[in-house]
């Protein structure tokens, strides 16, 4: 069980486009997902937690015109990055949980490999 | 400010033995401690965590300490495997007033359990 699914695996895309990355709880509603971004040798970044139907919360020094987010459902987060340029190039992973306050862990994605020429 | 910290990037196990992978962090609203382990390509995988209230959780091979007061926590392998062979995140977890909380990462630690 609480399995999260990424969608795509990897993007590669001229500079100025946007990008849209999906990600699903497969078999459980999670109320509550988390965008992160990873840098080579780095550890995973939190940019932002999103809760259905209400606005991401993105954390300091994170562009929230630049990475939209939207959570319409209990199984879908999307994570946009807009107008793409080749330093938003990294590895973006999301994760998932159901409730908040419950000592259980974050579901990961198999995250999606941005490359921006 | 990392309150995350893994100190060892890499460590080197025979098959067999115990693997010790350490993290230590600042901040004492941490509440939740959690290891993953990570493959290349993939996201990070649940191993085991611990609360704040308990010094030590067991799963099967997988063991988690927790020294509150040294703000120190790790995760023992026993016995260690090849597939075991990862990287390995420590995560920390803050809750915040309204309900939102957060996990912070170490920047992990490179397993490599050897035949």
Redesign the interface.
Known sequence: GAV?S?HP?RVICKSGTSVKIECRSLDFQATTM?WYRQFP??????MA?SNEGSKA?YEQGVEKDKFLINHASLTLSTLTVTSAHPEDSSFY?C?AITG??S?Q???????T?LSIL | DQQVKQNSPSLSVQEGRISILNCDYTNSMFDYFLWYKKYPAEGPTFLISISSIKDKNEDGRFTVFLNKSAKHLSLHIVPSQPGDSAVYFCAAREHFAGGGNKLTFGTGTQLKVEL
């Open positions: 999260v990424q695996s988390f040798k780095q550890s995973l970044m939190l937690t919360t992973i994760s908040g306050y000592n862990p974050q579901h990961f994605g198999d995250g490999r």
